[in-house]
């Protein structure tokens, strides 16, 4: 079905476009937000980044997957926007955007108060270990992608996933104990 | 007599412990692991340290974008406008070429010819050289990027 759809636009018909750039969305937004800290940002990197990746899928092999591909130049387009903008990663947009699982409301309100503190310490802690550390711990945490579509997406040999990984978990963990969070 | 040591538990790398974090080691790999798991309580507190801390990362959730707020809309015109621009280029060119063909065809005396001409160059001019600025500032304008 995608694969259809892709050689479609392939061929120049943009109205095939919408079922892939729906079904990326939700997944590339959360990337975007992650690495931009705030929704306006994000949605801007991503509408270009879907309008690049229209823009170059003439010269899209039609052997990869889609996805790791589309991430790519997503998550290049955050960073590029972050150079030249100037733009700050900054956590400060996110407090309304941070969803509370309904699990929490049932614990009762210092419950949620207590995982809301968490989270925003959390993201404090991502904003501190700069964009190449926190776009690998969003990309295998929150997108749950496998070492070797990380490897496709941050053009990197899969061997230095895990390593970058480490690096990033345990600057994340610095960061925490450095804002006097006891961890875990 | 038995000279056969005890084994020790071998070494386990931090990209090996990442891995099998993650789930990404093979059978052979995971015993291994998992053996030096066993001997090394250190090893044992990193493991608890980056199962919670990648539990957490997991917990930040985001509403999904509805269709309302899809940012397809705005894709979709960006598509669209080299379309849109070609096409009103290549009937410009055409209306203005069969213009002048009409124009200095017409048994009109040659004053009105070179004054018209002359009023339609200018014109032409005008425009090139507002555009050409205009392409210069953009290259180097700071508020390109501000949205309206």
New interface residues.
């Given amino acids: 079905m995608e694969l259809e759809l892709i050689r479609k636009c392939k061929a120049g018909q943009s109205r095939f476009y919408e079922p892939l750039v729906r079904a990326y969305e939700p997944a590339g937004l959360r990337l975007a937000i992650a690495m931009m800290g705030n929704t306006d940002d994000a949605k801007d990197a991503l509408q270009m980044a879907f309008i690049k990746t229209y823009d170059t899928l003439p010269r899209f092999d039609l052997r990869r997957a889609f996805g790791p591909w589309f991430f790519q130049i997503l998550r290049n387009q955050c960073r590029d926007m972050l150079r030249s903008r100037k733009a700050k990663f900054n956590t400060e947009a996110l407090d309304e955007q941070l969803e509370n699982r309904p699990a929490d409301a049932e614990r009762g309100p210092e419950r949620l108060q207590q995982r809301g503190a968490a989270k925003e310490l959390l993201w404090r802690g991502l904003e501190q270990i700069g964009t190449e550390h926190r776009e690998i711990l969003v990309l295998k945490e929150l997108e749950g992608f496998r070492y070797g579509e990380i490897a496709q997406i941050l053009d990197i040999p899969e061997g230095t996933v895990a390593s970058r990984l480490y690096h990033a978990r345990s600057a994340l963990k610095k960061a925490l104990v450095d804002m006097n969070a006891e961890y875990p | 007599m038995d000279t056969q040591r005890p084994e020790r538990p071998a070494q386990v790398t931090?990209?090996?412990?990442?891995?099998y974090l993650?789930g990404?080691l093979g059978p052979e790999e995971r015993e291994h692991v998992e053996r030096g798991l066993a001997a090394s309580t250190e090893l044992q507190r990193d493991l608890?340290?980056?199962?919670?801390?990648?539990s957490?990362?997991?917990?930040?959730?985001?509403?999904?974008?509805s269709?309302r707020n899809?940012?397809?809309d705005?894709?979709?015109a960006?598509?669209?406008r080299p379309i849109g621009w070609v096409l009103l280029i290549v009937g410009t060119v055409i209306w203005m070429t069969y213009g002048t063909y009409v124009f200095a065809t017409s048994p009109v005396s040659p004053w009105e010819k070179m004054g018209t001409g002359a009023i339609a160059i200018g014109v032409l001019m005008l425009l090139a050289s507002v555009i050409w600025e205009r392409l210069r500032e953009l290259e180097t304008d700071p508020y390109r990027?501000v949205?309206r």
Avoid: C, T
């Avoid at chain 2, 608890?48 to 990648?54: E, G, I, L, Q």
């Fill in positions: 931090s990209e090996a412990l990442m891995r993650d990404e608890a340290m980056y199962r919670a801390m990648k957490d990362i997991q917990g930040l959730h985001f509403h999904p974008a269709d899809s940012v397809w705005q894709v979709n960006r598509l669209n990027d949205q």
